[in-house]
């Protein structure tokens, strides 16, 4: 993990303190990054790949992340679609790679033969890649020693189903005999998908199963798993960006485009009252979906969830 300047360390501090003293997250410390809705795959549970939105000019998706380095975010997620069909790729993440933030990047694998991998190390954190039945390639987990010789930290994210909770063990396991990490996150029920969304009390038993018998594997925080078993348990702690610089908020599943990071400072809208309602809707939402970004973001509020979010990273 990089060494950010102090300075971003205390802002964090005090946008958090900040989030305390108003009983609401205002400020936000990580996002995704949407930066194509273009993808290889059709996954069934996903309806990115349906959307149209246009991608940004790299101009563009560079000014998206300079507004986001002079914002309390201190984790950037660089997502789709797949980012790897975007052949500008290399200047984006050298971009953002000079920022004062983390970056991780989420790739479903199909496109890394094709790519300079080991150069797009250089500028990643940590790299993610989905690997579970519905991206189609479990045949990765084969290739995780060679995923780790790309340099960043490795991650594997994997995607359960109410049908492929019961498979999740030996997935696990490969990545605990790899001394890798994962991230196990339940597939939500999004807009115009069919409902794969598994048992949430059957899916968080299973983790905190999993989380003993592998140590130091799943990252998956704690307060995730208790957080969508509320009755409301999401956060504007986290927010998602679209491919072209709109701001989902309160949150991808029931926000608007209030928003665009290409124009003025993010900051200065998340005081707006616009942002203030937005942010009572989210409160008052029933419709609990387990979004994992949105579930997972007491990690950074929490003691115990940001040690069970960590402590793979630290005790490995």
């Known amino acids: 993990m990089k060494k950010l300047p102090l300075s971003k360390y205390l802002q964090t501090v005090r946008y958090a303190a900040a989030n305390y003293l108003a009983r609401e997250s205002i400020y ?86 094709k790519r300079p991998m080991t150069e797009y190390g250089k500028y990643i954190d940590y790299l993610h890649i989905s690997i579970d039945e519905g991206h189609g390639n479990l045949a990765f987990f084969d290739r995780l020693p060679e995923f780790q010789s790309y340099g960043p930290e490795i991650c594997i994210q994997i995607v359960v189903t109410k049908d492929t909770l019961s498979a999740l063990e030996a997935k696990v396991k490969r990545v605990y005999e790899m001394n890798a990490r994962t991230v196990v996150m339940p597939a939500c029920h999004l807009d115009n998908t069919d409902d794969y969304y598994p048992d949430p009390e059957k899916f968080r038993d299973e983790i905190i199963r999993l989380k003993k018998k ?18 409301h348990g999401c956060s504007t702690s986290s927010v998602i960006i679209d491919s072209d610089g709109g701001l989902f908020y309160p949150c991808r599943t029931v926000g608007e485009h209030l928003y665009n990071f290409t124009q003025g400072s993010f900051m200065e809208f998340l005081k707006t009252s616009e942002a203030q309602t937005a942010r009572r809707a989210m409160s008052d939402c029933a419709r609990n979906c387990g979004w994992y970004q949105y579930f997972a973001t007491d990690v950074f509020a929490s003691p115990r969830s940001l040690y069970s979010s960590l402590s793979p990273y630290l005790l490995k």
């Open 28 to 113: 936000p410390f990580y996002a995704s990054f949407k930066v194509t809705h273009i993808c290889s795959l059709k996954c069934d549970f996903c309806n990115v790949w349906k959307e149209k939105t246009p991608d940004l000019s790299t101009k563009d998706a560079c000014r998206v992340i300079d507004n986001i380095a002079q914002s309390s975010i201190i984790v950037l997620s660089l997502e789709g679609g797949d980012p790897l069909v975007r052949k500008d790729l290399g200047e984006i993440l050298k971009h953002a790679s000079q920022k004062p933030f983390y970056l991780f990047f989420t790739t479903n694998g199909h496109l890394l033969d």
């Open 214 to 231: 592998y140590p130091n594997t799943i990252t998956t925080p704690r307060g995730f798993l208790d957080n969508i078993n509320k009755e």
